[in-house]
């Protein structure tokens, strides 16, 4: 099949090259934050004349596939002997442990950099570096390695091709879509009262980049009267992706029947259902590394196979679809239904692979969020859900028992959990349950971040038992309460709470979770809220990030009003 793709350096080496497997010993989840400060703090250091993000395309031209590849070095740096393509790293395995045959994906996509680069440049031969930073001392290793031009243009080209069979797979999804999206008719003999109108709202909303919140009465049929309208604007430009957010499971098969309804009426559209981790784990205990589960073992390996696999032969990837071809290819059901979500058009999940700031889609980036719409199913629950969502409590007992558990074998990090223990205490009321606090104290933030410094370090050598799975656990909790405090502010109350026996917590609590759930909605292309109970409307309008209004509508069947993206 002829046709064009554009994809990321990253994108291409990270399909061709993966292997190995899932090990999720402990790690830290702020890796993709700490990754982007470290990058930033290696470019600052840059010699004179040094650049960073170097933007780099080319196309190639494999058996009728034009493949636009592009993408952008974090470094070009001058050298006596020629430029040098730098890719920065960050790792939390030790450096030593760390040589050139360690991660051949990390060079795989500096290599893309380099033939690009010497391509433009028309350079003989070019260098290639890896700089590594390790996360926690945030000490430095480079390792430079020079090629050809001809060497990379054969690498390439050989990256390409093997590429290029799941592109077929790719285009000749993109070509089903674009041939049954356009003719798709409403699914059902005809429009129930106020379910055009809805329709109508959701499609023209995701046409003008704008937001709506929808009041419908139950039985109106919502599912369908807004994933139609959201699937027939699939067709528009730059819509990529619908996002179907629910609360509850329910709902979830809802949206699938309704899917399903749809390819009764000839949609072929590839759909993935996300299911929760603990939920879809084929294991007693969900411990993903390779020693413990079969499924992690190896799922790089086998992963490619199994997306062909489904993709080939499946449309709709609901719960038992993806956990037939997990069973098949023996891999991972959950990381596999998260490695889907890339390749479909819509995504049906939880609020918080959106919402949520500790666990929401990493690899949703920003030029995709553009393209998407999010449809928010029952969204007067996203208000309780996202003051959850971003509320964080620490508690005084907690770090006492971690001080008591590692005073023999570490001083530090008993005497840091001590002192933040101290720190809550000092607001400890003996007569009052409750005491709002008007603003966390400068040490106690400070203390935070060095026990998590600390933790860290001893998280990462081969410690066991229970002392270990309290520390994890109370590392979890300090890194959520330092990840909510970024957010802290005038929409927040900072309530300590005196609990029984001596313990004291110190929450964070978002009152109000609007300005968050705004600047989330913000990213992606629209966002459509709808319930049967958005009232009072006013209230839920503005909770759910509305603001601007544009049209309003207060008829006895819809309540409805558009915002603009701003
Ligand atoms: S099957 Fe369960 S334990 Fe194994 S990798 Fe997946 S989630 Fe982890």
Not at 156 to 165: D, G
Not at 537 to 564: D, P
Request: glycine fraction near 6%; aromatic fraction near 10%.
């Amino acid at each position: 099949m002829e046709g064009k793709m554009t994809i990321s350096v990253r994108e291409l080496v990270s399909y061709v090259y993966r292997t190995g497997h899932i090990d999720e010993r402990f790690q830290t989840n702020t890796a993709l934050l700490e990754g982007t400060a470290i990058h930033q703090e290696v470019q600052k250091k840059y010699k004179e004349g040094d650049q960073s993000e170097v933007f780099l395309e080319y196309e190639f031209n494999k058996e009728g596939l034009l493949l636009k590849v592009q993408g952008r070095c974090d470094g070009l740096l001058i050298s006596e002997e020629g430029p040098v393509i730098d890719e920065i790293k960050s790792t939390g395995r030790e450096l030593d442990e760390i040589d050139e045959t360690t991660h051949p994906v990390y060079w795989a996509q500096a290599k893309g950099y380099a033939f690009m680069y010497a391509e433009k440049e028309d350079l003989d031969q070019i260098q290639v570096q890896l700089t590594y930073v390790q996360k926690r001392t945030k000490d430095k290793k480079r390792m430079r390695r020079t090629f050809t031009y001809k060497e990379l243009k054969g690498f390439m080209e050989e990256t390409v091709e093997k590429y290029n069979s799941y592109a077929q797979i790719l285009l000749h999804i993109r070509e089903q879509k674009e041939k049954t999206v356009p003719d798709l008719k409403f699914p059902f003999q005809g429009y129930r009262e106020g379910q055009r109108k809805l329709a109508g709202s959701v499609y023209r909303t995701v046409e003008e980049k704008r937001n709506l919140f929808a009041q419908a009465p139950t039985g109106i049929g919502k599912t369908i009267s807004t994933l139609f309208p959201a699937v027939k604007a699939l067709q528009l430009e730059d819509m990529d992706r619908v996002f179907y957010l629910t609360a509850k499971t329910i709902t979830r098969t809802t949206a699938e029947e309704s899917l399903l309804k749809m390819k009764e009426k000839g949609l072929m559209l590839r759909s993935v259902t996300l299911t929760a981790k603990d939920k879809i784990c084929f294991q007693e205990e969900t411990i993903c590394q390779p020693d413990f589960c079969a499924f992690a073992d190896g799922y790089y390996d086998r992963i490619n196979g199994a997306i062909v696999d489904i993709l080939l032969n499946e449309t709709q990837m609901t719960r038992p679809v993806i956990e037939y071809y997990a069973r098949k290819h023996r891999i991972c059901p959950f990381e596999f239904s998260l490695d889907l979500t890339d390749v479909v058009d819509i995504i049906i999940g939880d609020y918080n692979y959106i919402f949520d700031p500790r666990v929401s889609l990493k690899r949703l980036l920003p030029d995709r969020k553009k393209k998407t719409a999010i449809l928010v199913d029952e969204s007067h629950n996203l208000v309780e859900r996202a003051r959850d969502m971003y509320s964080a409590a620490i508690h005084k007992q907690a770090y006492m028992t971690v001080a008591e558990d590692w005073q023999e074998e570490d001083d530090a990090l008993a005497k840091i959990s001590e002192a933040i223990g101290k720190d809550l205490m000092r607001f400890y009321s003996s007569t009052e349950e409750y005491v709002q606090w008007e603003q966390v104290p400068g040490e106690l933030e400070e203390n935070v971040e060095r026990f998590l410094t600390q933790a860290e370090a001893l998280l990462q050598e081969e410690v066991e038992g229970e002392r270990k799975e309290r520390l994890i656990d109370v590392y979890f909790q300090s890194q959520r309460f330092l990840k909510i405090l970024e957010y802290v502010d005038d929409h927040y109350r900072l309530i300590g709470e005196s609990k029984s026996q001596g313990d004291f917590s110190f929450k964070l609590f978002c009152l109000d979770p609007s300005h968050v759930l705004r600047e989330t909605t913000k990213g992606f292309r629209s966002g459509i809220f709808f319930s049967a109970t958005l009232s009072p409307f006013a209230y839920y309008k503005e909770m759910l990030g509305g603001r601007e209004v544009i049209i309003f509508c207060n008829c006895l069947l819809l309540t409805m009003l558009l915002r603009s993206m701003s």
